[in-house]
């Protein structure tokens, strides 16, 4: 009886924290989508009246519009090219011994431990160094630099987890090391690889600090238009600016779920 | 038509078509060329877009590029790149001209070079030949009048017990909007080299303040949603808070306002000079110098004639207000940065 109630005491008190945390977590985003439809010039919550004017205006910004692409194309160049390295990274790391290897997952981690404003100046002196400061390539391979360990830590985990004695039984069979990478291995990580995609959109997507340094010219990425905007200006274009990034981020995120399913992703 | 007076008009003609794409091209003498100019985003460069970029490029093909960022950011990419600079010209406020001239990397720009120069208003230019001022914005006390009946009159006024719990301050991080500091201790006997007398406002006004702002748009807010009733704000902000109906006044504090200049600058080396002093004319004419003033309500610096609707708002708008404006010695200013956060920190969170 006793334990009955602690037992649903401690389920209604988890019940009570997923709640809130959930709600702290949605809350943001669900806030700006709101004052973006808001048809008052002031951010003010609750919004006054519906409007898509800011919408209208955020689409006839062409610096807004550029900015998206820019982020767009940037986030899915770092997507794909992240998987590719982090999967022969991870590869390595969870199948093979090496010298070094201790070295080389500590490498593969260190730009998380490295605080972004001091990665950003020290890619800016490398890029000016190697004199490429003036084209697109700083970006992405600084985008690179904060998305791989995401990807390489993902993809780490899911070839742990996966039964290796299906990849041993191909190899049985005489199937080359390749095919057998191909046919069996990243189709049982699908998963895995799909999930560390989407860390590596969403890092290069949001990203606004090592961005600052690296942007050049037109390359201006959206969150750091968003983050010079506001400097001046503080109106609803902001939140419709906000809630376009916050769609595409769920459009990429839905589109994969749709793809192979909530649980596989998991 | 007779043959003489046939002969006459196509004459005429065929020297008009000829002599069309010459004048065209003298008339568009900076067609194809685009300068890169660092942007403060938003209405700021929306302004200078329509006002200055946009003329400009109908008189003369000028283009103007104003790429979106944050000073400070762009200032380390400018002085990383000096040798193939990101920017052609570069906008920096007063104390961010300190570190412009110490890397060496922008260039005098006198009268002889663009006319406009002469109309500077005095006092306005603080670095010689060196940044070019198009803009002045001033931290100011601030009060919202709903709820604080009695007017505030100085910076020290932030000390004030009827303010308790409800005053909202910049962070000392930044150079710039923490020039109340300097008020704070001039109006009480201090100077630049001696702060104390502002540490010691600071420490009488703990119990009123709420925040330290860490951005002007947290400040704004916190006025807007009236959890601050008074503090230290920039002039063209608290403006921008009363179209939004908050009924926020302005104080001119009679011993003098402390503000920052916004300049122009060319970048040495840069190809195209002649272009540049083009869009500097520009800029420092009328309908350049209105821009800002009229998009953000910030203080112009030249003797442009201000229309009533814009004296009434500015804060420097007439030669007593400007009177008011003091001088600051901004190499001291930067240099004593680390001191003053530690100090206010200090008192703040002690």
Same mark, same amino acid.
């Given at each position: 009886m006793r334990s009955d109630f602690i037992d649903d005491a401690m389920a209604a008190s988890g !019940?009570?924290?997923? !709640?809130?945390?959930?709600?702290? *977590? !949605?809350?943001?985003?669900?806030?700006?989508?709101? *004052?973006?439809?808001?048809s008052g010039d002031t951010m003010n919550f609750p919004p006054t009246g519906f409007s898509l004017r800011w919408y209208q205006k955020a689409w006839e910004n062409e610096l807004f519009v550029t900015a998206l692409w820019t982020s767009t194309y940037v986030a899915v160049l770092v997507a794909i090219i992240a998987l590719v390295i982090g999967f022969a990274g991870a590869f390595a790391m969870n199948r093979c011994s090496f010298a070094g290897k201790t070295f080389l997952q500590g490498l593969a981690f260190s730009p998380l431990i490295v605080p972004a404003v001091v990665l950003g100046i020290g890619l800016l002196q490398l890029f000016v160094w190697l004199g490429l400061t003036q084209t697109i390539y700083p970006l992405i391979i600084g985008h690179l630099v904060l998305a791989v360990p995401y990807v390489v830590r993902t993809i780490l985990a899911s070839l742990s987890l996966h039964?290796?004695?299906?990849?041993?039984?191909?190899?049985?069979?005489?199937?080359?090391?390749?095919?057998?990478?191909?046919?069996?291995?990243?189709?049982?990580i699908l998963p895995g690889l799909l999930s560390a995609a989407i860390f590596a959109f969403v890092t290069s997507f949001g990203n606004v600090t090592v961005?600052?340094?690296?942007?050049?010219?037109?390359?201006?990425?959206?969150?750091?238009?968003?983050? !010079?905007?506001?400097?001046?200006?503080?109106?609803?274009?902001v939140a419709a600016v906000s809630s376009i990034m916050i769609i595409v981020t769920l459009i990429v995120i839905l589109t994969i779920e749709r793809l192979i399913g909530a649980e596989r992703l998991a | 038509m007779k043959r003489r007076e046939f002969l006459k008009v196509a004459t005429v003609a065929a020297a008009?078509?000829?002599?069309?794409?010459?004048?065209?091209?003298?008339?568009? &003498?900076?067609?194809?060329?685009?300068?890169?100019?660092?942007?403060?985003?938003?209405?700021?460069?929306?302004?200078?877009?329509?006002?200055?970029?946009?003329?400009?490029?109908?008189?003369?093909?000028?283009?103007?590029?104003?790429?979106?960022?944050?000073?400070?950011?762009?200032?380390?990419?400018?002085?990383?790149?000096?040798?193939?600079?990101?920017?052609?010209?570069?906008?920096?406020?007063?104390?961010?001209?300190?570190?412009?001239?110490?890397?060496?990397?922008?260039?005098?720009?006198?009268?002889?070079?663009?006319?406009?120069v002469q109309r500077i208003l005095p006092g306005f230019r603080e670095f010689g030949d060196y940044g070019v001022p198009f803009s002045v914005a001033a931290v100011v006390p601030v009060y919202n009048s709903k709820y604080i009946k009695q007017p505030l009159a100085s910076y020290s006024d932030i000390a004030r017990a009827d303010l308790a719990g409800r005053a909202v301050i910049p962070a000392?991080?930044?150079?710039?909007?923490?020039?109340?500091?300097?008020?704070?201790?001039?109006?009480?006997?201090?100077?630049?080299?001696?702060?104390?007398?502002?540490?010691?406002?600071?420490?009488?006004?703990?119990?009123?303040?709420?925040?330290?702002?860490?951005?002007?748009?947290?400040?704004?807010?916190?006025?807007?949603?009236?959890?601050?009733?008074?503090g230290f704000f920039w002039d063209g902000r608290a403006h921008e808070l009363r179209t939004k109906g908050i009924?926020?006044?302005?104080?001119?504090?009679?011993?003098?306002?402390?503000?920052?200049?916004?300049?122009?600058?060319?970048?040495k080396g840069m190809k195209y000079p002649e272009a540049?002093?083009?869009?500097?004319?520009?800029?420092?004419?009328?309908?350049?110098?209105?821009?800002?003033?009229?998009?953000?309500?910030?203080?112009?610096?030249?003797?442009?004639?201000?229309?009533?609707?814009?004296?009434?708002?500015?804060?420097?708008?007439?030669?007593?207000?400007?009177?008011? &404006? &003091?001088?600051i010695d901004w190499q001291v200013w930067i240099t004593d940065r680390s001191a003053r956060i530690e100090q206010v920190n200090k008192i703040i969170r002690s």
């Open positions: !019940a009570l924290i997923r !709640a809130i945390v959930y709600t702290m *977590l !949605a809350l943001p985003a669900v806030l700006v989508i709101a *004052l973006s439809f808001t039964d290796q004695l299906l990849e041993q039984a191909a190899m049985n069979l005489r199937a080359p090391p390749l095919q057998v990478i191909r046919r069996i291995t990243l189709p049982l961005s600052m340094f690296l942007t050049y010219g037109g390359n201006v990425t959206l969150p750091v238009q968003i983050f !010079a905007y506001v400097d001046t200006s503080y109106d609803p274009l | 008009g078509v000829l002599a069309a794409p010459y004048v065209q091209a003298q008339s568009k &003498k900076f067609s194809g060329i685009t300068l890169r100019v660092n942007g403060f985003g938003g209405l700021y460069d929306e302004a200078l877009r329509k006002a200055v970029a946009a003329p400009l490029e109908d008189k003369c093909g000028l283009r103007i590029q104003f790429i979106a960022g944050a000073t400070s950011t762009d200032l380390v990419k400018l002085i990383a790149n000096r040798d193939n600079p990101p920017f052609d010209m570069f906008m920096a406020d007063s104390p961010y001209m300190v570190e412009l001239l110490k890397a060496g990397m922008i260039q005098e720009v006198g009268a002889s070079d663009v006319r406009n000392p991080t930044f150079d710039t909007s923490s020039l109340y500091l300097l008020g704070l201790a001039e109006e009480n006997g201090g100077s630049i080299t001696d702060m104390a007398p502002a540490y010691k406002v600071m420490a009488a006004a703990k119990p009123n303040i709420v925040a330290l702002a860490q951005a002007t748009v947290a400040e704004l807010q916190m006025f807007q949603n009236e959890e601050a009733y008074a009924p926020i006044v302005t104080v001119v504090p009679p011993q003098g306002v402390y503000s920052i200049t916004t300049y122009i600058n060319l970048i540049a002093h083009a869009y500097v004319e520009q800029l420092l004419s009328d309908q350049g110098m209105l821009a800002l003033p009229q998009a953000l309500r910030e203080s112009v610096t030249t003797d442009v004639d201000l229309p009533e609707e814009l004296r009434r708002d500015l804060l420097f708008n007439s030669p007593q207000r400007n009177a008011l &404006k &003091k001088k």
